[in-house]
Nanobody, 124 residues
Framework: QVQLVESGGGLVQAGDSLRLSCAASGRTFSRQAMGWFRQAPGKEREFVAV????????YYRDSVKGRFTISRDNAKNTVYLQMNRLKSEDTAVYYCAADSSLVIRLTPDRWDYWGKGTLVTVSS
């Protein structure tokens, strides 16, 4: 069983930056793809960014490319999401997820483990 705990959310103004962290338990972290997803009020959960187990490949949704950076520290069992130039439309609960399969999933479906989320609110 893997537990994921997100932190770093908060209230910021448009144009500001935030860094989210997700601490994972377990011994298989370096073999798991990690993802960040978000869910805005009244909307479905959506893919934000994914990183492979080694950290060698990253994937982003188009609207965050150039502004967000996903990274991981396998020695600390932690994945990060650096968010720059935040916009009001980035307001959402951000969730961390882990997947042990070899398939890179860019949708919320079939990820093995989820955190409880951290709220990011961007005021315009």
């Amino acid at each position: 069983q893997v537990q994921l705990v997100e932190s770093g959310g908060g209230l910021v103004q448009a144009g500001d930056s935030l860094r989210l962290s997700c601490a994972a338990s377990g011994r298989t972290f370096s073999r798991q793809a990690m993802g960040w997803f978000r869910q805005a009020p009244g909307k479905e959960r959506e893919f934000v960014a994914v990183i492979t187990g080694s950290g060698g490949k990253t994937y982003y949704r188009d609207s965050v490319k150039g502004r967000f950076t996903i990274s991981r520290d396998n020695a600390k069992n932690t994945v990060y999401l650096q968010m720059n130039r935040l916009k009001s439309e980035d307001t959402a609960v951000y969730y961390c997820a882990a997947d042990s399969s070899l398939v890179i999933r860019l949708t919320p479906d079939r990820w093995d483990y989820w955190g409880k989320g951290t709220l990011v609110t961007v005021s315009s």
